[in-house]
């Protein structure tokens, strides 16, 4: 069956600019994660959404990163005025309530030139 | 705060030798995961270990789970190419889901 999908898979920002970054999750999956892998700070969560439930932001950098979960389903990470320390790769994973594993999406290359 | 150590870093090895990955872990947890990432990809999962004394092995690659020692390793015997990525641990702290990761173990395979 088809896996978790980002897009896009590259973008090329410059500095101070706004992007979206979209996860589509694996369907029926009902928790829906955010993750960022960059060269200094390694894999770090970002933000975690289960069902109806309030989001735990517990892991955003700053107030210009938010992200929204739309019907329970797509996830788009946005990143207001952007900054080179934004450039990494964002991953985005999904999985079923109760369940310990984390399927893991292509990823989304953010450069900020 | 949670955090998770791998080591080494970097593991050259030759092929048909046997080598052990480490992941300490500085927090109480029973969920601990294993993944690898080859170049330019995303993470695959390869184990789930979700209690003290757990054990899982495929192929050439065998995990394991001490919780009292915060503690997993990931065992490789008789190395091939094909295994050259990188590997991380992550951890499921307490009632939180979210993962926190180590550092990565970037493993080489020499023929």
């Known amino acids: 069956g088809a896996g978790v999908s980002q897009s896009p898979s590259n973008k090329v920002t410059e500095k101070g600019k706004d992007v979206e970054l979209r996860c589509d999750p694996i369907?029926?999956?009902?928790?829906l994660y955010w993750y960022r892998q960059s060269l200094g700070q390694g894999l770090e969560f970002l933000i975690y959404?289960?069902?109806?439930?309030?989001?735990?932001k517990s892991g955003l950098p700053s107030d210009r990163f938010s992200a929204e979960r739309t019907g329970g389903s797509v996830s788009t990470l946005t990143i207001q005025r952007t900054q080179q320390e934004d450039s990494a790769v964002y991953l985005c994973?999904?999985?079923?309530?109760?369940?310990?594993?984390?399927?893991f999406g292509p990823g989304t290359r953010l450069t900020v030139t | 705060e949670l955090k998770v150590e791998q080591n080494p870093l970097f593991l050259s090895m030759q092929e048909g030798k046997n080598y052990t990955i480490y992941c300490n872990y500085s927090?109480?947890?029973?969920?601990l995961y294993w993944y690898r990432q080859d170049p330019g990809k995303s993470l695959e999962s390869l184990f789930v270990?979700?209690?003290?004394?757990a054990v899982k092995q495929e192929g050439r690659l065998m995990a394991s789970l001490d919780t009292k020692a915060r503690l997993s390793t990931l065992h490789i015997t008789a190395a091939v190419h094909d295994l050259s990525a990188t590997y991380f641990c992550?951890?499921?702290?307490?009632?939180?889901?979210?993962?926190?990761f180590g550092s990565g173990t970037q493993l080489t395979v020499l023929p």
């Open positions: 994973a999904s999985s079923l309530v109760g369940s310990a594993e984390q399927y």
């Open positions: 369907s029926g999956h009902t928790a």
């Open positions: 959404f289960q069902g109806n439930s309030a989001p735990d």
């Open positions: 927090t109480t947890s029973d969920r």
């Open positions: 270990l979700l209690s003290n004394g």
């Open positions: 992550a951890v499921e702290p307490g009632s939180a889901r979210q993962l926190t």
